[in-house]
């Protein structure tokens, strides 16, 4: 059965990255729910309530107001219940020294935001198909690291 | 702990001193020992002159008692009486004469014995002859035994002079042995006294020399001192713990604005110039230093009398001398100037940390910052050409082109920048690397355009050096692109990285390098190369030598090149000619 | 009173089973027991339906016959990989023989599933196993080109890159600190 949809989160403070990330997924036709975050407390909160659904797939900015990406991903990874989620950093650049710095806090994709939609689109579609592959064919999610 | 000069002085003084003793003690026996013997000879003399005596007695006595025998005068009587006398004390003399010889005694017992039955003899002669005057056969006969009583008389008495004499002769020969040999000890003793006392003198005067010199040493030395304690700032004191007693040495006055010694050295006149604020601290330090008897590194202030703050810096140690004496040596130095320099440059670091950081901060802001808008600018130009690409003209859609290239260039430009602002801020952390690893990553980062270009690059086996190691792959990087983007239209690329070990004195740009080695790493490639004169050119920020069109670049990577050489102590250089190649050396320090 | 009874399983199954398919109006035919065969195309949206009604009952549909196929794609491209199978005939070749069918038609099957194509798939795998053998075993990355049959090690190296975004060693160095915080 194919037929259930993969939940996907998005924190960003920025507008136009949100809007850009829906469009993506929505010309992408893959069969996903997106939910969308302002800032690192509002995605820790909804993370935490118990009754939400957890998404399969978190993209996360680093630089976020109130709370960092790089804080989310240190309580996350600190919590029992949030640990198996796929986190993605999505971030406008860094050095490869924080780029290994944020895997080996336990991001699993470091994305750099393109600055073309359409490698966006591409981008985005192959995080989600590996993810996808992660999660059905059994593979060690410890080995999943993808920068893209 | 006593010096070995100063021991052999004492043992020569002592060995010396028992020589004189010993003679003295030998002196005193041999002198009792002869006034003993020049008395036995006396004795001896008055003994033989006693029984010498005693015969002629008894003759005047035998001469008295024939005169009366044959006169019966009685006038013949008194000289009889009269040596009768004389025998008697001459015997009592001998009694105290001889006690000491007991054959002697023995022999005088004898002769008592016999001239007491001469004298027995001589009575009954004079009571016959008192009754009859003439010689009658009884008186006869008296008178030959009163002859042979003489006769035993006699030989007793050449028997007590004969062993008298034998007594003296051993005597004699007794003391002559023993004096005999006095004088040849008491020269053998003075000859080694002597000698003792010749060495001990050559020791003497050796030892002076010496310490005469060492007094000069000294001199010269405690001058010297002085010199150096006023051009050093320093200052000495000496606490002899025992009779806590203080001893400053001069410049210590001048240290707290006096003359020297013109104080009582003590810690209360001491304390009158330390700073108000330190004295507290100073007094819990020098509390310390009595219990402990160290003080360590102590820092406090003085206040001159005209008001001048100094610091002065303490420390001191506790030594035994000799003597086994304690004494704590000190040194007081003023460390005003040193502090004062401290600061300044403290300050200044501190300044140009900020600056620096504040530089770094700034570039690396404005570069990151600036990276968001420009991204939206560039996504929203792509949706535009995308999704109303019908509906904008031709030369609308030229336009866009336009700025999608301007766009394109001033995110290299801003990314460039900002990884120029990196190798500035970035952790610098050196590891041990395999360089050959690094050059391994670097090629595989640049893969695509290797291929690309159908580059070949030969490499030289590399060392393993402390690097960052981000750096130094960024570094062979961005070499190696260089080279590979300044290549020569249709020739492949080959690009040689060579290694060897220099030393640094044997180069001309690292000659006055802190290390003694470098490694030489040298790109060499065969690509369009460029004048030497623009050399150093090429190192600086934004500098190009070829027009944008020609050769895309931002006139960065080269300027990282050179900032991550100098993160490591290295330098970079440059060499070429036009259409010949470009050789990029780059060389780094290390240790042995 | 106490009554015993007694059930033919067989019966009660297929009895039901036939009874709900009838009801969601299904031209089917039973192939075999536990094994349906749809004759018409039914919407995603009709066999959830199904699906749901029958679970009540204690069925379950244990597979699209798609995916049986997809899964069984992926079994014999993951035993090829993590086995090392000496594969000495063209993957594509080796696929249909495995699965006797068109190869076209599995790699069409393939990407219409999964978003992906087989080739990407084995790449996948082998990197994956690159990995496991990187951290697990600690080979150098020429012994695993050597071992997976790649050309050089550049080409493995590159492959790695490609499919992850990262170079081999720095995976390695990843993982070894991970492995030290936790």
């Known amino acids: 059965m194919n037929s259930d949809y993969i939940n996907i989160a998005l924190a960003d403070d920025d507008e136009d990255d949100r809007l850009f990330f829906t469009e993506a997924f929505d010309e992408l036709k893959l069969k996903s729910k997106v939910l969308l975050f302002k800032d690192g407390i509002e995605l820790m909160e909804y993370l935490n309530d118990g009754d939400n659904t957890l998404p399969s797939l978190l993209f996360l900015d680093l630089n976020m107001p109130k709370k960092s990406g790089l804080e989310c991903l240190k309580d996350i990874k600190a919590t029992e219940r949030l640990r198996e989620m796929v986190i993605a950093i999505y971030s406008t650049s860094a050095s490869e020294e924080d780029i290994e710095n944020t895997f080996v806090k336990g991001a699993n994709v470091y994305i750099k935001k393109p600055n073309d939609f359409e490698k966006l689109k591409k981008v985005l579609s192959e995080v989600v198909t590996t993810n996808w592959q992660y999660q059905t064919s059994g593979l060690n999610k410890d080995n999943f690291l993808l920068r893209l | ?592 | ?182």
Not at chain 2, 109 to 128: H, M, P, Q
């Open chain 3, 1 to 182: 009173m106490k009554l015993l009874l007694k059930f033919d399983f067989t019966k009660v199954c297929n009895t039901i089973l036939k009874q709900k398919l009838e009801a969601h109006q299904f031209n089917y035919q039973q192939t075999a027991f536990g094994e349906i065969e749809l004759m018409a195309k039914v919407s995603e949206e009709q066999l959830k339906r199904f699906h749901d009604d029958i679970n009540d009952f204690g069925i379950e549909i244990i597979e699209d016959p798609k995916k049986i196929v997809i899964q069984k794609i992926k079994d014999v491209i993951v035993d090829m990989v993590f086995n090392e199978r000496d594969v000495n005939v063209k993957t594509s070749v080796y696929l249909a023989e495995q699965l006797e069918e068109n190869y076209n038609y599995l790699s069409n099957l393939f990407s219409e599933v999964t978003y992906t194509s087989i080739e990407n798939f084995i790449i996948l795998q082998k990197i994956e196993y690159t990995k496991i053998l990187l951290t697990n075993e600690e080979l150098s990355l020429t012994e695993i080109a050597f071992k997976l049959d790649y050309s050089s090690v550049a080409h493995l190296s590159k492959q790695f890159k490609n499919t992850t975004g990262i170079t081999p060693s720095a995976f390695q160095r990843i993982i070894a600190k991970r492995k030290q915080i936790n």
């Open chain 2, 1 to 592: 702990m006593p010096t070995p000069s100063s021991r052999y002085l004492r043992t020569a003084f002592i060995v010396g001193l028992f020589v004189i003793l010993c003679i003295g003690g030998f002196t005193y026996k041999h002198i009792s020992e002869l006034s003993q013997t020049s008395k036995v000879v006396k004795d001896n003399y008055s003994l033989r002159s006693e029984l010498e005596l005693i015969i002629s007695n008894l003759k005047d006595a035998e001469i008295g008692h024939r005169g009366f025998l044959l006169t019966h005068d009685s006038l013949f009587l008194n000289p009889y009486e009269e040596s009768l006398q004389k025998v008697t004390s001459n015997l009592h003399k001998l009694d105290t004469l001889i006690v000491s010889n007991g054959e002697q005694v023995e022999k005088l017992k004898e002769l008592k014995e016999d001239i007491k039955k001469r004298f027995n003899n001589f009575d009954k002669s004079f009571s016959l002859a008192k009754d009859d005057t003439i010689l009658t056969q009884d008186l006869l006969f008296l008178l030959h035994e009163g002859e042979i009583r003489m006769d035993r008389i006699r030989a007793d008495i050449t028997a007590m002079l004969d062993l008298e004499q034998r007594l003296l002769t051993h005597n004699q020969e007794i003391n002559e042995k023993k004096i005999g040999l006095t004088p040849l000890l008491f020269y053998g003793l003075l000859i080694v006294t002597l000698v003792i006392l010749l060495l001990a003198y050559f020791k003497m005067s050796k030892d002076l020399k010496a310490l005469k010199e060492n007094n000069i040493e000294l001199e010269i030395f405690e001058k010297l001192t002085k010199q150096s304690e006023i051009v050093s700032n320093t200052s000495t004191w000496v606490w002899y713990i025992e009779d806590n007693e203080f001893e400053f040495s001069d410049n210590l006055y001048r240290l707290v604005g006096e003359e020297p010694q013109s104080f009582e050295p003590t810690l209360e006149n001491f304390y009158k110039y330390v700073h108000e604020e330190d004295i507290n601290h100073l007094g819990q330090q020098v509390n310390m230093m009595m219990r402990e008897e160290e003080l360590p590194f102590t820092t406090y202030r003085v206040v001159h009398k005209d008001g001048t703050i100094r610091h002065l810096k303490a420390y001191s140690k506790m030594m035994d001398d000799t003597e086994g004496d304690k004494k704590m040596f000190g040194v007081t130095i003023d460390v005003t100037n040193e502090l004062e320099n401290y600061r300044i440059i403290e300050q200044r670091n501190q300044e140009l940390e900020r600056t620096n950081k504040e530089l770094s901060a700034f570039n690396y802001v404005a570069s990151h910052d600036l990276q968001e808008p420009l991204r939206k600018i560039q996504t929203f130009m792509s949706r535009l050409e995308a999704k109303e690409k019908d509906h904008i003209s031709e030369s609308g859609q030229l336009y866009i082109q336009r700025m999608k290239s301007a766009s394109a260039r001033m995110r290299m430009l801003i990314e460039d920048l900002l990884q120029y602002s990196r190798t500035n801020t970035s952790e610098k952390e050196y590891l041990r690397t395999n360089m050959n690893m690094l050059l391994e990553h670097a090629k595989t980062e640049l893969l695509d355009s290797i291929e690309e270009k159908q580059a070949t690059i030969i490499c030289d086996d590399l060392p393993t050096m402390d690097v960052i190691s981000f750096q130094i792959q960024q570094l062979f990087i961005n070499i190696i692109s260089n080279s590979l983007k300044y290549s020569r239209e249709g020739v492949p690329p080959i690009i040689e990285i060579t290694h060897q070990e220099v030393l640094s004195k044997d180069v001309e740009e690292i000659k006055d390098s802190l290390y003694k080695f470098h490694h030489k790493i040298t790109f060499k490639d065969n690509g369009i190369g460029f004048e030497q004169t623009y050399a150093d050119k090429i190192f600086l920020l934004f500098n190009r030598l070829h027009g944008k069109s020609e050769y895309s670049g931002t006139g960065i990577g080269l300027a990282i090149c050179k900032k991550i050489v100098e993160n490591h102590k290295g330098v970079i250089l440059a060499e070429s000619m036009p259409n010949a190649g470009a050789s990029f050396i780059i060389y780094l320090p290390f240790l042995k």
